[in-house]
């Protein structure tokens, strides 16, 4: 989500670029959801640091309705069982 290991990500431009919390500016989280990744990792609703990508990535309906909590993070649910 931070752009630490997607191309994609870590060559978007970001307006504010530098005002936020170094390392955490930059994420696309349709781009990051249309991947249909098994399991994210992100803090709780509430939890520290309140970043952009993380409040971005709450936002998203397709997240609330296709992740659900598991250990550490989330796993996308197995729509292909009933």
Do not use: H, L, R, T
């Given at each position: 989500m931070a752009g630490l290991t997607d191309a994609h990500i870590a060559h978007r431009r970001i307006?504010?670029?530098g005002a936020g919390l170094a390392g955490h500016?930059?994420?696309d989280?349709?781009?990051v959801l249309?991947?249909?990744p098994r399991y994210i990792?992100?803090?709780r609703p509430g939890g520290?640091?309140?970043v952009?990508?993380?409040e971005?990535?709450?936002r998203q309906p397709l997240f609330r309705r296709l992740y659900r909590i598991d250990g550490v993070g989330y796993r996308r649910l197995d729509l292909s069982r009933p």
């Open positions: 307006p504010s670029m500016e930059k994420y989280s349709q781009y249309a991947q249909s990792v992100i803090a520290f640091p309140p952009a990508a993380v971005d990535m709450w």
